[in-house]
């Protein structure tokens, strides 16, 4: 089960969607395939900052209109 854990994390830490990730692990529900999502403040930094700098770049884009 840890590999399976580990699989499911890293999957989910490269950006590979959920569901997916169900399927990978053949679950019947997306509730299960969460129980093995452990993810960590560094693995979730990098797409809030990517997020962030997309959404204030928009922002910027229609104030120059």
Do not use: W
């Amino acid at each position: 089960h840890d590999l399976r854990h580990t699989l499911a994390t890293r999957l989910i830490a490269d950006g590979v969607n959920t569901f997916i990730v169900q399927r990978v692990l053949t679950h019947k529900s997306i509730q299960s395939t969460q129980v093995y999502v452990n993810l960590n403040v560094e693995d979730l930094r990098n797409p809030v900052n990517t997020t962030i700098r997309n959404m204030q770049s928009y922002c910027l884009q229609q104030n120059q209109v």
